[in-house]
Nanobody, 120 residues
Framework: VQLVESGGGSVQAGGSLTLSCRQS???????MGWFRQAPGKEREGVAA????????YYLNSVEGRFTISHDNAKNTLYLQMNSLKPEDTAIYYC????????????????WGQGTQVTVS
């Protein structure tokens, strides 16, 4: 499974960004997630989705501001981020796991290279 993120950048507090993650190499249902790692902090799960039934799971601090979605036809995962705060600044990673367990733990099988999000 290959994962390639895009869409990061710099934005002012209160603004919005949409991250994308193109997935290739796996055609069955899969659990996918967005994770982030700020300088000096551990990587944490932000949101996850089961691409089969569309169920989702969010970190409390982003629920209501972030929306995870998946386009099965395009094999692409999205993270719509609204009302961004400086504390959302981090490198954001896309991840995937063929074990269909929806979770925010960082033990996913496959990882992208990350994309920087900076909120000032």
């Amino acid at each position: 499974v290959q994962l390639v993120e895009s869409g990061g950048g710099s934005v002012q507090a209160g603004g919005s960004l949409t991250l994308s993650c193109r997935q290739s190499g796996y055609t069955n249902n899969i659990v996918m997630g967005w994770f982030r790692q700020a300088p000096g902090k551990e990587r944490e799960g932000v949101a996850a989705i089961d691409t089969g039934d569309g169920s989702t799971y969010y970190l409390n601090s982003v629920e209501g501001r972030f929306t995870i979605s998946h386009d099965n036809a395009k094999n692409t995962l999205y993270l719509q981020m609204n009302s961004l705060k400086p504390e959302d600044t981090a490198i954001y990673y896309c991840a995937a796991d063929s074990r269909l367990l929806l979770r925010l733990r960082t033990d996913y099988q496959y990882w992208g290279q990350g994309t920087q999000v900076t909120v000032s």
